[in-house]
């Protein structure tokens, strides 16, 4: 989930004219998805370290530490 569809989401809900009625402004809101996207990222990231474990022959906790790294670099993008 981008910004963009944090943002799109926002005005679906009318949120966005919500907002600009109490002089939020749209950098706000942006601020606000980025928030709430990281911290969606973080709770799959956190989903996939529940599998990892230290058996260097299993290969889903290998693929269950890639993917949670993954999940956590989309942030630094």
Do not use: H
Request: aromatic share 6%; proline share 1%; with cysteine.
């Amino acid at each position: 989930m981008t910004q963009d569809d944090i943002i799109r989401m926002a005005q679906e809900a009318k949120m966005a004219d919500a907002c600009w009625q109490s002089e939020i402004s749209i950098l706000l809101l942006k601020r606000f998805a980025a928030l709430i996207a990281a911290a969606e990222r973080e709770g799959c990231a956190k989903i996939c370290d529940l599998e990892v474990n230290d058996d260097p022959f299993d290969t889903g906790s290998k693929m269950a530490k890639y993917l949670a790294a993954d999940i956590r670099a989309r942030g630094q993008q």
